[in-house]
């Protein structure tokens, strides 16, 4: 048994974290041992790395905060899982390793023959781009969403969730290079960035009412997708690719009457009622299970590849997410 540990925090996140041999504890009643089958390299999970993210597990820690499994062990008391049986492992257990050591009480049972690599990154992404759309504005079908960073992983769960509930998206990318991977997933627009963006977008929407607005970039960024909403448009935060403050002109706030608000799941998942995340996680997971929401994969590694994995995740141009697999294919 392998897990990818850390003792420190600093800028190079590949510098700080190895794998290194582990021995499970004796399960205690209620646990499983589980066997980690895949989980993804996300920002949050570098950025823990950095110290730059807004929950910081003590040190050591192991890294990786979502990720599914197969249960290999049940202990005692255990009643409603079964060796064999694929589960969603609990969100920052340390799921980049190869066993895991849980509640049972924690673990999602996950439908089985569905591929391990998507249901892995259900916990972070698919759940905030489905909140991002429902939580702040009211949409018809028919309405209209501005996203920036639209090549990330939000962005293309965002733009197939939109289009499955009749939305039309904006999507503004960095580089032009990035415009493929958005129309591949079904967005309906594709910009790349720059400062004549809100004449651009009235342009080719031919000036449709834009009420809501994401942001993951920051900086100038947040003020361009101000100027392209309608007045009284809503710009929703989730991120900060840039590294810099939003920026939104008291031009906007005032005159034009944009709201700047801000998205973070894990403040979510400690409001929302247990009925209320079963069924957004039910409704995710059929349509994850049912090949209607993916997500793109640009490469996987193994733990022994830790490093050059988290290196991977950190290079600014990809075009896709960097998955572990812990046990191999």
């Not at 820690?61 to 049940?74: C, L």
């Not at 255990?78 to 895991?100: C, E, F, K, M, N």
């Not at 009749?166 to 415009?179: D, K, M, P």
């Amino acid at each position: 048994m392998k897990q990818a540990r850390y003792g420190r925090r600093g800028p190079v996140p590949q510098e700080l974290i190895e794998a290194v041999p582990f021995e499970a504890p004796p399960l205690a009643a209620g646990q499983v041992l589980v066997e980690v089958l895949a989980a993804p390299i996300n920002p949050s999970d570098l950025l823990t790395l950095t110290g730059d993210y807004g929950i910081l597990p003590p040190l050591p820690a192991v890294g990786g905060n979502e990720g599914v499994g197969r249960v290999a062990q049940v202990g005692r008391d255990v009643a409603d899982l079964a060796v064999g049986q694929t589960v969603l492992l609990p969100i920052g257990s340390g799921t980049w390793a190869t066993h895991l050591v849980a509640d049972a009480r924690a673990l999602m049972p996950l439908p089985d023959g569905a591929d391990p690599k998507q249901l892995s990154m259900l916990t972070v992404n698919p759940p905030t781009a489905r909140l991002l759309l429902s939580e702040f504005v009211d949409l018809e079908p028919g309405a209209w969403v501005i996203q920036n960073a639209a090549n990330s992983a939000v962005g293309g769960y965002l733009v197939q969730l939109a289009k499955a509930r009749g939305l039309h998206t904006v999507n503004v990318v960095r580089r032009q290079s990035a415009l493929a991977s958005v129309l591949a997933f079904g967005g309906d627009l594709t910009l790349v960035d720059g400062d004549d963006l809100a004449a651009r977008v009235r342009e080719i929407t031919d000036g449709a009412t834009i009420a809501l607005g994401i942001d993951a970039v920051g900086g100038p960024a947040t003020e361009r997708l101000a100027q392209a909403l309608s007045p009284g448009g809503t710009i929703v935060t989730y991120g900060a690719m840039s590294g810099e403050p939003c920026t939104v002109s008291p031009a906007s706030l005032i005159f034009r009457g944009i709201s700047l608000r801000g998205f973070w799941l894990a403040q979510w998942f400690k409001t929302a009622s247990p009925q209320t995340r079963a069924a957004l996680f039910g409704e995710l997971v059929t349509l994850i299970a049912t090949d209607r929401l993916h997500a793109q994969i640009q490469a996987t590694y193994g733990i022994d590849q830790i490093r050059e994995a988290v290196a991977a995740a950190s290079m600014g141009e990809r075009s896709g997410k960097i998955v572990l697999l812990p046990n191999g294919e």
